[in-house]
Each structure stands twice: as structure tokens, then as C-alpha cells.
């Protein structure tokens, strides 16, 4: 019988992540870097990216390389499919974590600024997954891992931010029509959805009171403190490794309990 922590190995496995040079999508890196993966980083900032890579490549012995990608660009995203087969044969990893946010009351958003939020968080996903799903349907093996966000059902407090609340629950629904599609093919796709994190870019704004948003938002979470990026790196990495071999179409919440309140 395999071992149950060897199954955790990534050894010999390409992963690409988007958003990788920061934040949530660093630690994923992290995580997968230390479990043997060779990483494909896309980003949009070309020097922090290749520093990541570079650092990443140092620290854990793996080969890294950072692919400058703008997801709402359908260009890149053919290129960043092509360019991670050429360098390394084959992709067995994608993991979706770019992502933006517009905080607006509802009454005035206006549509560019819609846009902005779908074009990344839901129509740039897609169509990664589409792009890196068309080698993966080849290889007939694959594991993808979009992250969501705990506001696929709920509606968050005290911001307001309907594009951004709508658009992860079209991620948690494509990531359920994928699974299903793509399973005879051996793709998995399942999606992790966090609760607050601890980066730096979590807001800093406050309620007209002057409340931090922060502090309300710990107050709400029952474990009373915000998760990490290395903590929804060790998830992702269960999702895309051999321990989940049985575990495609889900949604895999990460929140402290915030849900439950």
C-alpha cells in the first residue's frame, strides 16, 4: 500500500499558478514547491514575478519560471498553456488564484468596472481552464484548483461588492461543470473557497464610524483570527496531489467558521 504521505508528493509534476507572486497565490506556490512540483508562476508584474520564481527555484530545488500572463488576455493564456508544455513536458497542476475586487454600493457600479472584476476573477478562469484543459484532455490526466471565496453564498459585511460576491459563485459553478465534463477525460477540478487571509493586501478601510473592516470581520470569525497563505496552500495541495484522487466537483470552504455565523 502507497503511503499516505508520499501520495502528498509532488515530485516529477508541473504546476502552473496564476497569482502566483503574491499573496494567497505565494503560498500556494510554497506548497507545492516543497512537495517537489516544478511551478510555472503567471502574473502580470514581471520583476516581482521573476524574483518569486527565482527564489522559489533557490530555496526548494525545483525548476521555476515565471510567464508574464494577463488572464483577460486570450493571447497569454494560449501562451502560458504552451509556454509550461514546452518548458516541461506536460502540465498536471493548474491552480487559479488571480483575482480582483471593487468595493461599490450596488446603485453605483458602473459597468466598466463590472467588467473588471468578471473579466478576471470569471471569464479570465475559464478560459486558463480551457486553454490548459485542452493539453490536460490530451495527457488524459490533470488536476485543476480554482480558489473562490466563502462570498460564493454569502453576502459580505460591512463592504459592499455584488460584482465580486457574483462572480465566485460563477467560479464555484464552472468549477462543478468542468468536473463533470472533463472526468471521463481523468481532470479533476474542485475549488477551494477562503474566508479572510492575512496578506498585504487585506483592506485597510473603515466604517464611517471608523471601524477598521478587520476588526469586524475577526469579531465574525469564531476562530477569531484570519487564516494564512500558507494555510490554503496545504489545501490546494491536497486537492491537486494523489491524496484526493476520489475528490472532483467540490467546494472546499476555508473560513474559521465565518459561514456559520
Known amino acids: 500500500m502507497k503511503s499516505i504521505i ?12 496564476t497569482g502566483g507572486h503574491s499573496g494567497i497565490g505565494r503560498g500556494i506556490v510554497e ?15 514581471e520583476e516581482l514575478g521573476r524574483k518569486v520564481s527565482e527564489e522559489v527555484a533557490s530555496e526548494h530545488g525545483v525548476r ?24 516541461f513536458g506536460k502540465i498536471d497542476v493548474l491552480v487559479n488564484c488571480s ?3 471593487h468595493h461599490e454600493n450596488a446603485e453605483d457600479v458602473n459597468y466598466e468596472n463590472w467588467r473588471k472584476v ?17 493539453h490536460m484532455i490530451r495527457q488524459k ?20 461588492q455584488t460584482g465580486y460576491n457574483a462572480s465566485k459563485a460563477g467560479v464555484d459553478m464552472v468549477t462543478k461543470c468542468l468536473a463533470y465534463e472533463w472526468a471521463k ?7 477551494i473557497a477562503p474566508g479572510y487571509v492575512q496578506t498585504d493586501i487585506l483592506p485597510l478601510q473603515k466604517t464611517p464610524e471608523g471601524k477598521p473592516w478587520a476588526d469586524i470581520w475577526k469579531e465574525m470569525i469564531p476562530l477569531h483570527r484570519f487564516g494564512t497563505p500558507e494555510e490554503i496552500g496545504a489545501m ?22 465565518y459561514s456559520l455565523t
Open 6 to 17: 508520499n501520495k502528498l508528493r509532488m515530485d516529477g509534476k508541473t504546476s502552473i499558478v
Open 236 to 257: 490546494v495541495l491536497y486537492a491537486a496531489s494523489d491524496m484526493s484522487l476520489f475528490l472532483t466537483g467540490s467546494i472546499l470552504l476555508m473560513d474559521g467558521g
Open 141 to 160: 490526466r490533470g488536476s485543476i484548483v480554482n480558489i473562490s471565496s466563502n462570498s460564493d453564498l454569502l453576502v459580505m459585511t460591512p463592504q459592499t
Open 99 to 101: 483575482g480582483t475586487v
Open 118 to 134: 468578471m473579466d478576471v476573477n470569471l471569464d479570465g478562469l475559464f478560459f486558463v481552464c480551457q486553454a490548459v484543459g485542452r
Open 185 to 191: 477525460h481523468n481532470i479533476r477540478v474542485n475549488a
Open 64 to 87: 521555476a519560471i515565471f510567464v508574464k500572463t494577463d488572464v483577460t488576455v486570450d493571447a497569454d493564456r494560449v501562451n502560458l498553456a504552451d509556454r509550461a508544455v514546452r518548458e
Open 31 to 45: 506548497a507545492l514547491a516543497q512537495a517537489g512540483s516544478e511551478i510555472v508562476i503567471a502574473g502580470r508584474r
